[in-house]
């Protein structure tokens, strides 16, 4: 699991900022919070601008450079800070797996371009390599037990394309794991797959598929009894009351029905809070593996009791996957649902800060969180 996470210069963050899921606070409630001594499910706060979307980026930049598409992956705006002078963004990873801590370090001068990496595993330095002066050192490479380690292959594949533009940079880390005989208990491998299922999830409604074609994957899923028992009973749940049924088409396509007397077709007529629950149910329903999950402004199409639902159902279902939800939504911050170390407020000045340490008061399971948020006990750290 990632156990910290430090960046700098990206987009509106010129200064460091981290996230330490590390950092429990050793409260007794809402213990499912907690996973492995590491936060597994995080509110974050922010007003408007504050860089909440892009603190998501910025936490699956390191996917982008396990993914052999990299090319084809563009962000939209600048990639560094305005304001700083370095020509450099900086990353750092620090994940827990059993008793191995690896530190994975890099800097980017865009998306694609990688300037240096590091990995550390147990204090010790694996390997660095700075790509611009072509120099680094892989002295303990030996250490990961790994059969057919070939630097040159390596530096050879490197020099086709990083001095051009427009081609992505071959991360070594990646080239490491995808060619290299590494054992089957191997930690890279462990990292490898953590990474592999990063995902952001942004519910935007109008960037939802609304033809029967795009959903068509989706509803053959639902055929099976099973599977669409379920749906129904998420629906159910998160107080959606009713009855479904797939039908196939006459044209051999599926669709998806409110069961009534009449068949009412779904996708044209649930109301938009239900076709965005439908949408998030899909996404988790193909990333049930997820490692870690970035859901941005995940309610702001819910009443917030229906909110408070679905933060339910992610805790009860989905334990051990890393989830960090951002939300405006104050009804949210609340010690029946989650608990102060938590919950965090994201500032102008692009610092984290959980609410047990905003303030100089030790709180307790029966404080008011919201109520002290409205009065402006946290005022200093927004």
């Not at 204090?123 to 070939?150: P, S």
């Not at 402004?297 to 933060?311: G, L, P, R």
Request: one cysteine or more.
């Amino acid at each position: 699991m990632l156990s910290k996470f430090e960046f700098k210069n990206y987009k509106n963050f010129r200064e460091w900022i981290i996230i330490n899921f590390s950092k429990a606070g050793g409260y007794k409630f809402n213990e499912e919070c907690i996973t492995n001594q590491l936060i597994s499910k995080m509110i974050i706060y922010g007003r408007n601008a504050t860089g909440k979307t892009n603190l998501g980026k910025a936490l699956l930049d390191i996917k982008d450079n396990f993914s052999p598409r990299m090319d084809y992956r563009r962000q939209n705006g600048v990639y560094l800070n305005a304001d700083s002078k370095s020509d450099y963004a900086e990353y750092i990873y620090t994940f827990k797996f059993e008793n191995k801590e690896l530190i994975y370090k890099y800097k980017k001068s865009s998306e694609i371009k990688l300037h240096d990496e590091e990995l550390i595993i147990n204090d010790k330095k694996i390997f660095y390599y700075n790509f611009d002066t072509k120099k680094g050192n892989f002295e303990n490479l030996k250490d990961l037990d790994a059969a057919t380690i070939n630097i040159d292959r390596f530096t050879e594949s490197v020099d086709v394309n990083h001095n051009e533009e427009d081609k992505a940079t071959l991360s070594f880390l990646r080239w490491l794991i995808n060619n290299t005989a590494i054992s089957k208990e191997s930690v890279l491998l462990k990292l490898d797959n953590y990474i592999r299922n990063m995902f952001m999830i942004n519910l935007n409604l109008q960037m939802m598929p609304k033809s029967r074609l795009s959903n068509e994957t989706f509803y053959k899923t639902l055929v099976d009894e099973k599977a669409l028992t379920n749906f129904e009973d998420f629906l159910n749940i998160m107080g959606i009351k009713c009855k479904l049924v797939v039908k196939k088409l006459p044209e051999g396509e599926y669709q998806l029905y409110f069961k009534n007397k009449k068949l009412i077709p779904f996708l044209e007529n649930a109301s938009s809070g239900t076709l965005v629950l439908m949408d998030l149910y899909r996404r988790f329903e193909m990333r049930k593996n997820s490692s870690m999950i970035y859901l941005d402004e995940f309610d702001a199409f819910y009443h917030y009791e229906m909110s408070e639902k679905v933060i339910e159902f992610f805790k009860n279902k989905y334990p051990l996957c890393q989830m960090i939800l951002t939300t405006h939504n104050t009804n949210l911050m609340n010690n029946r649902l989650m608990r102060p170390d938590c919950l965090f407020i994201l500032s102008q000045e692009g610092k984290l800060t959980s609410l047990c340490d905003a303030t100089t008061r030790e709180l307790r399971e029966g404080h008011n969180l919201e109520k002290m948020y409205i009065s402006g006990e946290f005022n200093e750290y927004e």
